[in-house]
């Protein structure tokens, strides 16, 4: 089946540092990669839509020059977040479609902490 | 505006006690409802995708059905390993989802 793969896990960073999270398709090609971020209790609000070869695309309220997103190749999505501060502490998910009848496949997330 | 409703918010059953979850959804043009299973600090997994209503699908201890309006994830016999936050997702455009809260089960042993 699909499978996507997110790393890392779990990072802590210090304010004002950038941090880097990267999501692969390991076993086929995703041309769309989406970007979610989940608070605790919460469900996954949709941050930004990723696509091979072109800018992604932003839901509204999100900040673009701090949420940075590159998908350069058909199997990878990467979401940095540049001057991180406290509140942008939170559980990133990335999901790609994988076969729409099967369902989306999810990324294993990654626990952002900001200190 | 489209909405994706889910009840109760947290649910906590013995083992072996059925129950059914809810997710209501007022989407028109539904294009698929789909359940998922997430469990503390990990990414949603994929259970169930339903389109039609009538429709039912049946994965081990869980069940899930349609009707024009709602969708219930009913649980059997559930054991404590069942315990998660489960999910309903809708398709807006452009593939994107649209997720409701989810439903925190707790099954205690």
């Known amino acids: 089946g699909a499978v996507v793969s997110q790393h890392p896990s779990r990072v802590i960073c210090k304010s004002g540092t950038s941090v880097k999270i990267e999501c692969r398709s390991l076993?086929?090609?995703?041309?769309?990669m989406f970007w979610y971020r989940q608070f605790p209790k919460q469900s996954l609000m949709l941050m930004a839509t990723s696509n091979e070869g072109s800018k992604a695309t932003y839901e509204q309220g999100v900040e673009k020059d701090k949420f940075l997103i590159n998908h350069a190749s058909l199997t990878l999505s990467t979401l940095t977040v540049t001057s991180a501060h406290p509140e942008d502490s939170s559980f990133y998910i990335c999901?790609?479609?994988?076969?729409?009848?099967?369902?989306?496949?999810f990324g294993s997330g990654t626990r952002l902490t900001v200190v | 505006e489209d909405q994706v409703t889910q009840s109760p918010e947290a649910l906590r059953l013995q083992e072996g006690e059925s129950s059914s979850l809810n997710c209501s959804y007022t989407?028109?043009?539904?294009?698929?409802l789909f359940w998922y299973r997430q469990d503390p600090g990990k990414g949603p997994e994929f259970l169930f995708t339903?389109?039609?209503a009538g429709e039912e699908k049946e994965k081990e201890r869980l069940k899930a059905t349609l009707t024009k309006k709602e969708s219930f994830l009913h649980i059997t016999a559930p054991k404590p390993e069942d315990s998660a936050t489960y999910l309903c997702?809708?398709?807006?455009?452009?593939?994107?989802?649209?997720f409701g809260t989810g439903t925190s089960l707790t099954v205690i042993p």
């Open positions: 339903l389109y039609s």
């Open positions: 997702a809708v398709p807006e455009t452009g593939n994107q989802f649209y």
């Open positions: 989407v028109s043009g539904l294009r698929g």
């Open positions: 999901s790609a479609p994988g076969g729409f009848n099967y369902g989306y496949t």
């Open positions: 076993d086929f090609q995703a041309t769309t």
